[in-house]
């Protein structure tokens, strides 16, 4: 399938120019927490804030998100900072709740795209939605899974999709959380030259040093954005909290990163 009336994630007054930022704490915390963190990057000029709602961990027991509370915190975020607000969803209900609270921009998890039975769910409640939705790859190297994850929700009419790089599982121990193996997000552009390309730097590298050297890597290679884990004290960080950074941080590493004008 070629999908080539695919749209740009355009949100107004957003900079068409690379990369588009979206940046956020792995999970919404607690209403301070997530306050602190949109200001903190609000200033920093970032457009777009992500946070994890409802997470999907690895085993049962420890912290799963915080849950439909957190949506008035995003709520509160978009109100006093005029950013965009984006969070995690994996369910039909989810899907319910985040838009009816006005959710800007949705993305779909690793462990989500590679269930067609739950893409298939998903694009049925996003049937006739018209907001990005950014579908990450599976954590599996399957680029075919991947592809029909977007085509299910291509085939609900969505046209404002996009792709989130953020490595693949793998049972050997390397310096990467996820293996980045970067020939399949190339090859899913040469497939789908329209798609718009994010990569997820934090879930790569699963640690602090390594997110400029990936998102640079992702720059050369002509993605079009990054979605960047940052919390304010990231060592107090109830999930993920060895790949977060502070908003100083990032801004930083987003000044540091060197963008070529075009893409491909
Ligand atoms: C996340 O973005 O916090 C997350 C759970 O990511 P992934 O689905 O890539 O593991
Ligand atoms: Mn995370």
């Known amino acids: 399938m070629e999908m080539n009336d695919l749209q740009p994630i355009i949100l107004p007054g957003i900079p068409a120019r690379r990369p588009l930022v979206i940046a956020g704490p792995c999970s919404a915390e607690t209403e301070e927490q997530v306050l602190a963190a949109a200001r903190a990057l609000a200033a920093q000029e970032v457009k777009i804030f992500r946070a994890g709602i409802w997470k999907p961990r690895t085993k049962p027991g420890g912290f799963e998100g915080v849950g439909v509370e957190g949506l008035r915190w995003l709520q509160r975020v978009k109100a006093e900072t005029g950013m965009y607000v984006s969070t995690?969803?994996?369910?039909?209900?989810?899907?319910?709740?985040?838009?009816?609270?006005?959710?800007?921009?949705?993305?779909?998890?690793?462990?989500?795209?590679?269930?067609?039975?739950?893409?298939?769910?998903?694009?049925?409640?996003?049937?006739?939605?018209?907001?990005?939705?950014?579908?990450?790859?599976?954590?599996?190297?399957?680029?075919?899974?991947?592809?029909?994850?977007?085509?299910?929700?291509?085939?609900?009419?969505?046209?404002?999709?996009?792709?989130?790089?953020?490595?693949?599982?793998?049972?050997?121990?390397?310096?990467?959380?996820?293996?980045p193996q970067w020939h399949i997000p190339i090859e899913l552009r040469r497939r789908l030259p329209q798609l718009p390309l994010l990569c997820d730097p934090s879930h790569i590298g699963g640690k602090r040093e390594l997110i400029a050297p990936l998102s640079q890597e992702a720059m050369d290679l002509g993605f079009d954005g990054l979605i960047v884990e940052s919390h304010c004290t990231p060592d107090e960080a109830w999930s993920d909290k060895q790949q977060q950074v502070t908003p100083d941080v990032l801004c930083f590493m987003l000044h540091t990163l060197v963008v070529r004008e075009t893409t491909q």
Not at 116 to 133: K, S
Not at 144 to 171: D, K, M, P, T, V
């Open 88 to 179: 995690e969803v994996a369910t039909e209900r989810h899907v319910f709740e985040a838009l009816k609270a006005g959710v800007d921009l949705l993305w779909i998890g690793a462990r989500t795209s590679a269930n067609p039975f739950a893409m298939q769910e998903l694009a049925g409640a996003l049937r006739g939605v018209d907001i990005p939705v950014l579908v990450k790859n599976p954590v599996n190297p399957d680029l075919e899974l991947w592809i029909g994850a977007i085509e299910r929700l291509y085939n609900a009419g969505l046209r404002r999709l996009g792709a989130i790089h953020r490595g693949f599982s793998s049972y050997d121990r390397t310096i990467y959380r996820n293996q």
